[in-house]
């Protein structure tokens, strides 16, 4: 009789536990949220830290215009102040009072009046510039001058009161009887 044996194949190694089917898992209970982080406070201008710039295609977007940058010292740099403006020089308004007349030699022309300077009283005596040209200047008045011109301050001269407002000139021709 034939004798058979049956040669098992074993492996070499020893026998190792089975390792179990992965179970379906429970549902996993859920994460708390997360919680975000504090937001950043943008910083003062004063810092000028360069701020980041997103990201833009060249093509879709125009360069920036060139602005001038300053430098750290002439931003501290508090503004020059400005000289105090003092009022302009102011000159002093003066009044003149021309007449043309030839009086003769030896004799001169006053005026008397209202204002300052005049008085209706006594005359004040103009200034011989000409043969026949007689001035007087007067002083700054709020208010203007009444006149009338005499000879010698004797002899006054015909028809109305002549007037000139304060800082006018006045040129006369005065008439004697």
């Known amino acids: 009789m034939k004798k058979t044996t049956a040669k098992s194949k074993v492996s070499p190694a020893p026998a190792t536990k089975p390792v179990p089917a992965p179970a379906a898992k429970a549902p996993a209970k859920k994460a708390p949220p997360k919680r975000k982080a504090p937001v950043a406070k943008p910083a ?4 000028l830290a360069p701020a980041a710039k997103p990201a ?7 360069p920036p215009a060139a602005s001038p940058v300053r430098p750290a010292a002439a931003l501290a740099a508090p503004a020059p102040v400005p000289a105090p403006v003092l009022p302009a020089a102011r000159r002093p308004v003066v009044t003149t009072i021309t007449a043309r007349i030839n009086i003769g030699f030896g004799n001169a022309l006053h005026l008397r009046g209202e204002g300052p ?7 004040v005596p103009m200034e011989c510039i000409a043969a026949d040209l007689w001035r007087l ?41």
């Open 44 to 47: 003062p201008a004063a810092a």
């Open 56 to 62: 833009v295609t060249p093509a879709s977007v125009p």
């Open 117 to 123: 300077g005049l008085s209706w009283d006594r005359g």
């Open 137 to 177: 200047n007067l002083g700054e008045s709020a208010r203007g001058y009444t006149f009338k011109v005499l000879v010698n301050d004797l002899t006054w001269n015909s028809g109305p009161d002549y007037t000139v407002a304060s800082g006018g000139v006045v040129n006369l021709t005065p008439v004697f009887p």
